[in-house]
């Protein structure tokens, strides 16, 4: 048996350090215990959250915290290394999360697959993950990230892996007005108007407690995600509500020091009848994100 098979053999107690957090206050996570070799199950703590509507914020990055906890603990990965996210796809049951709300102590129950190991050292994994409370599914999701060696990552980031220096280059940009009716908070909204109703430039906020929990030296992945889910609100169609279900791709970074914009798109329905939305993100004209979001229509919530 290897040696990541072996790690974690007993249960772990999550600190705020296995899940790249500063605060722990925002730690979600609260256990981890192999079941097999690639296979775990992860307790969660969403009982302090407080409301975050519809819940895939808190899904996503409850998620997002068990890339770190998952390399360290369960693959012995050694901190600093970069984990980069590749692929993200959730659907949510929103039946069980309307009745029941989105507190409570969930249980992930992952399995690993798709395991890239270089010189017995895991450098990419595929994640297949069901979400339950008290028995009943509350979501299922599959993602995708790498790893990266610290002088792998600063020799392909270059002059972008400057984080201070390119925090200091967006902290010096002024930020248009919130887009109106997005629904969060100011501090929340993530896109600021353009002078056409299906594109938006993306409002990065280096300052937003949970986005930037720490230095980061590129705009990170939940913030593009929530990005899209507020274009796709933004649209105001008439059947728009909750993004049930998503599938999305990072293609490259987004970058912190030149403007990132985001189009959206109505599709034909999806399999389910849903309205379904194509969001893009575009940056000194590369495509650096892609997501399709299908919603549930409020009018039979």
Not at 68 to 73: D, E, G, Q, R, T
Not at 230 to 245: D, N, S, W, Y
């Amino acid at each position: 048996m290897n040696e990541s098979a072996t790690t974690a053999a007993i249960p772990v107690r999550v600190e705020k350090g296995l899940v790249h957090k500063h605060d722990a206050g925002q730690v979600l996570l609260s256990g981890l215990e192999r079941l097999a070799e690639d296979e775990f199950l992860i307790a969660a703590d969403w009982t302090e959250a407080g409301d975050l509507g519809d819940g895939a914020v808190l899904l996503t990055e409850t998620i997002r915290q068990t890339f770190p906890l998952l390399s360290h603990a369960g693959y012995g990965v050694p901190f600093g290394h970069r984990l980069l996210w590749s692929e993200y796809r959730y659907a949510l049951n929103l039946p069980n999360l309307r009745e029941n709300g989105t507190g409570g102590r969930p249980d992930l129950h992952i399995r690993c697959y798709d395991v890239v190991r270089r010189r017995d050292r895991v450098t990419a994994l595929s994640l297949h993950i069901t979400v339950e409370r008290d028995g009943e599914q509350l979501a299922t999701a599959h993602t995708r990230f790498t790893i990266q060696p610290p002088a792998i990552y600063d020799r392909l980031r270059g002059s972008h892996g400057d984080a201070h220096r390119m925090l200091e280059l967006a902290r010096s940009r002024p930020l248009p007005p919130p887009v109106s009716g997005a629904g969060e908070e100011f501090r929340d909204v993530v896109l600021s108007p353009t002078d056409t109703t299906d594109r938006w430039q993306l409002r990065i906020d280096t300052h937003h407690p949970m986005y930037f929990d720490h230095p980061s030296d590129h705009a990170p992945g939940i913030l593009l995600l929530e990005a899209a889910k507020q274009a796709v609100r933004t649209l105001r169609h008439p059947r728009v509500g909750v993004a049930e279900a998503m599938e999305t791709v990072f293609h490259r970074y987004v970058e912190l020091d030149s403007p990132c914009w985001v189009d959206a798109q109505l599709l034909p329905d999806d399999q389910l009848g849903r309205a379904r939305f194509l969001v893009t993100m575009h940056q000194d004209g590369r495509l650096c994100f892609t997501a399709l979001v299908s919603v549930a229509n409020d009018r039979t919530g």
